[in-house]
């Protein structure tokens, strides 16, 4: 069932890519043409997935050797604890360890303490995600070094900016594991392998596309995915759902249509929605899809979320590392940091809201639970639109943005209805998991 409905979730990223009008970019000219097929983004696509293919295979082909060879009961030596924590682990399931004790809250929780503490929920999520969408942006559109005389250049190598994100998310959570207290691992490392690789190529298409798509089409081709997953559902899986399913999904489509349907004057040329863009969206809905349910497989071993996140992000730095190295595209990233200081600023501060953010997640979802956390979430969804037009310069007419609105609205609907069947004993429709989502 959850690989009918991340296909259907690709099937709607093509039809609303394909039928989304360009949107300005801010009064800068569309990038130009690369100079050679090697430039290209599917090429690079494929090369980056080779090199990260040099590390899967062999890796795939020693954990086999050593679960073949019965390792864990011959194995001796100065490496058996490290292959024993890579390939078999403890083996043991959630099922099988003694619970961690429940969250207790002190004498000292009032209702003002909890309503302080949402707000420093609400407010680090919003500020960490928000600045992190805005340089997102800016690093991917815009040129740097430009002067009166010369146009500047472009930062191309988005696989460059996934390690930078990667390498400080590893160490917050490195920091983290050692000063927090943590359960007992049990989970083989190399299975984290599996989420690291397509959370490593959803950023890297996320990135990408970008050079073809505005932030505002990305982001709500991306809110209004939900419209497929319940036609689809409903024709093929005869899954019957509540009169509000209908009447959001009915609302979102409107809120889809009048965008579409309202195309403003753009400031001289934008980077078109083509196909290019429309690919590369799908590709991050699809290798997201497949991070979230490897990553909810994976805790049902005894693990925290802090340790997911060590695990995932050690073996993306492992990938993207070893994939820079083997192009030769490490030392230029490096070189283009030193050119150029503002890249390097923007890199670093969109590393560190991309690292903070995951942690105010784990926060906002334990104390407050997930309804609660896609709410803050949603609204992001809409500040950030807002912010990107604002900046950048995208033209969206009153139409769109009345759309833009309603495609919010009912999103938010849905969340009150969850809560109030929740409340009801019913069973409300689950929320993604939001474990490890930039």
Same mark, same amino acid.
Request: proline residues 4%; hydrophobic residues 45%; glycine residues 8%.
């Given at each position: 069932?959850?690989?009918?409905?991340?296909?259907?979730?690709?099937?709607?990223?093509?039809?609303?890519?394909?039928?989304?009008?360009?949107?300005?970019?801010?009064?800068?000219?569309?990038?130009?043409?690369?100079?050679?097929?090697?430039?290209?983004?599917?090429?690079?696509?494929?090369?980056?997935?080779?090199?990260?293919?040099?590390?899967?295979?062999?890796?795939?082909?020693?954990?086999?050797?050593?679960?073949?060879?019965?390792?864990?009961?011959?194995?001796?030596?100065?490496?058996?604890?490290?292959?024993?924590?890579?390939?078999?682990?403890?083996?043991?399931?959630?099922?099988?360890?003694?619970?961690?004790?429940?969250?207790?809250?002190?004498?000292?929780?009032?209702?003002?303490?909890?309503?302080?503490?949402?707000?420093?929920?609400?407010?680090?999520?919003?500020?960490?995600?928000?600045?992190?969408?805005?340089?997102?942006?800016?690093?991917?559109?815009?040129?740097?070094?430009?002067?009166?005389?010369?146009?500047?250049?472009?930062?191309?190598?988005?696989?460059?900016?996934?390690?930078?994100?990667?390498?400080?998310?590893?160490?917050?959570?490195?920091?983290?594991?050692?000063?927090?207290?943590?359960?007992r691992h049990g989970a083989p490392m190399?299975?984290?392998?599996?989420?690291?690789?397509?959370?490593?190529?959803?950023?890297?298409?996320?990135?990408?596309?970008?050079?073809?798509?505005?932030?505002?089409?990305?982001?709500?081709?991306?809110?209004?995915?939900?419209?497929?997953?319940?036609?689809?559902?409903?024709?093929?899986?005869?899954? =019957?759902?509540?009169?509000?399913?209908?009447?959001?999904?009915?609302?979102?489509?409107?809120?889809?249509?009048?965008?579409?349907?309202?195309?403003?004057?753009?400031?001289?040329?934008?980077?078109?929605?083509?196909?290019?863009?429309?690919?590369?969206?799908?590709?991050?809905?699809?290798?997201? =899809?497949?991070?979230?349910?490897?990553?909810?497989?994976?805790?049902?071993?005894k693990m925290s979320s802090v340790q997911?996140?060590?695990?995932?992000?050690?073996?993306?730095?492992?990938?993207?590392?070893?994939?820079?190295?083997?192009?030769?595209?490490?030392?230029?990233?490096?070189?283009?940091?030193?050119?150029?200081?503002?890249?390097?600023?923007?890199?670093?501060?969109?590393?560190?809201?991309?690292?903070?953010?995951?942690?105010?997640?784990?926060?906002?979802?334990?104390?407050?639970?997930?309804?609660?956390?896609?709410?803050?979430?949603?609204?992001?969804?809409?500040?950030?639109?807002?912010?990107?037009?604002?900046?950048?310069?995208?033209?969206?007419?009153?139409?769109?943005?009345?759309?833009?609105?309603?495609?919010?609205?009912?999103?938010?609907?849905?969340?009150?209805?969850?809560?109030?069947?929740?409340?009801?004993?019913?069973?409300?429709?689950?929320?993604?998991?939001?474990?490890?989502?930039?």
């Amino acid at each position: 069932m959850n690989s009918f409905i991340h296909s259907t979730e690709l099937w709607w990223a093509v039809v609303v890519l394909a039928a989304l009008p360009a949107l300005g970019a801010g009064g800068e000219t569309p990038e130009a043409p690369p100079e050679s097929w090697t430039q290209l983004w599917f090429f690079r696509f494929l090369v980056n997935a080779a090199g990260y293919a040099s590390f899967m295979v062999p890796g795939y082909f020693l954990v086999q050797y050593f679960r073949r060879k019965n390792y864990l009961e011959t194995g001796r030596g100065l490496c058996f604890p490290l292959v024993k924590a890579c390939v078999f682990g403890s083996e043991s399931k959630a099922s099988e360890e003694v619970p961690l004790a429940p969250r207790t809250e002190t004498s000292e929780t009032t209702p003002l303490w909890q309503a302080l503490k949402l707000l420093f929920c609400a407010m680090g999520l919003q500020v960490s995600y928000l600045t992190w969408g805005v340089l997102q942006e800016r690093v991917m559109t815009r040129s740097y070094g430009a002067t009166a005389t010369s146009p500047g250049e472009r930062f191309t190598d988005s696989q460059f900016l996934v390690l930078m994100n990667r390498v400080l998310a590893l160490i917050v959570a490195g920091f983290s594991c050692i000063l927090c207290k943590q359960p007992r691992h049990g989970a083989p490392m190399y299975r984290y392998s599996f989420a690291s690789l397509s959370n490593v190529l959803s950023s890297w298409c996320q990135y990408e596309a970008l050079k073809f798509v505005s932030f505002p089409t990305q982001v709500l081709a991306k809110a209004s995915k939900v419209i497929p997953v319940m036609l689809m559902g409903k024709l093929v899986s005869r899954r =019957s759902y509540e009169h509000w399913e209908y009447l959001t999904a009915g609302l979102i489509s409107i809120g889809v249509s009048m965008f579409l349907l309202s195309s403003g004057p753009e400031p001289r040329s934008s980077p078109a929605t083509t196909l290019s863009g429309l690919i590369l969206l799908a590709g991050y809905i699809a290798f997201d =899809s497949f991070t979230s349910n490897w990553q909810d497989a994976l805790f049902a071993y005894k693990m925290s979320s802090v340790q997911m996140m060590f695990g995932v992000n050690f073996f993306s730095c492992l990938f993207t590392v070893g994939s820079l190295l083997e192009q030769g595209a490490l030392l230029e990233g490096t070189r283009f940091m030193g050119r150029h200081s503002e890249f390097a600023a923007h890199a670093l501060l969109l590393s560190v809201c991309s690292a903070c953010g995951q942690l105010f997640i784990f926060y906002t979802i334990g104390q407050f639970g997930a309804a609660i956390f896609t709410i803050i979430m949603t609204l992001r969804q809409a500040f950030a639109i807002l912010l990107s037009c604002l900046l950048y310069g995208h033209t969206i007419t009153v139409v769109g943005g009345m759309g833009v609105a309603v495609v919010f609205a009912a999103l938010l609907l849905r969340v009150y209805a969850r809560g109030r069947l929740k409340q009801r004993g019913k069973k409300a429709v689950p929320v993604e998991s939001p474990v490890q989502k930039v």
